[in-house]
């Protein structure tokens, strides 16, 4: 399972938060960075779009965090990521760079999701992301990390 993103986290407590749930992943969960494009706003997004379809194989399983997906919630997210590793392809979720997605990307996606209306820094939704597949995991495993029954 893959993460590829615009942008470069560095050191930092993202990148910690990041590795700390990334680790708890099965399969883990490995992040693949690139540099923002340069240019223009259609520049910009067509050279990142290059970036993020170029790492793409033809047979894995795109999901784009995008602000028009779907928003489920956790035991939703859980049931989606069942259904996408059951798909028996590689799953690589994709976050682009400030400019958005190229329409390229979402018309590559095979699903969209999105985090909410709420607008993250970049930087923060790759821990979000990486908390919320652990937490779904472990709903699917029935283990008491998800709590859905606090009011």
Do not use: C
């Amino acid at each position: 399972m893959r993460l590829l993103a615009i942008g470069k986290t560095g050191a930092g407590p993202e990148a910690e938060l990041f590795s700390r749930y990334a680790a708890r992943i099965r399969p883990s969960l490995t992040l693949v960075e690139f540099a923002p494009g340069q240019g223009s706003v259609a520049e910009i997004k067509r050279r990142e779009a290059e970036s993020l379809l170029g790492a793409l194989a033809a047979q894995d399983f795109a999901i784009a965090l995008d602000s028009g997906g779907q928003t489920p919630d956790s035991e939703e997210l859980a049931r989606l990521l069942a259904r996408w590793t059951e798909s028996g392809k590689k799953l690589a979720f994709l976050i682009g760079g400030a400019e958005g997605f190229d329409a390229t990307v979402i018309a590559r996606a095979n699903a969209r999701l999105s985090l909410g209306r709420l607008t993250w820094p970049h930087m923060l939704v790759r821990p979000m992301l990486a908390e919320q597949i652990y937490r779904a995991q472990m709903i699917l495993a029935g283990h008491p990390y998800h709590r859905a029954g606090r009011p």
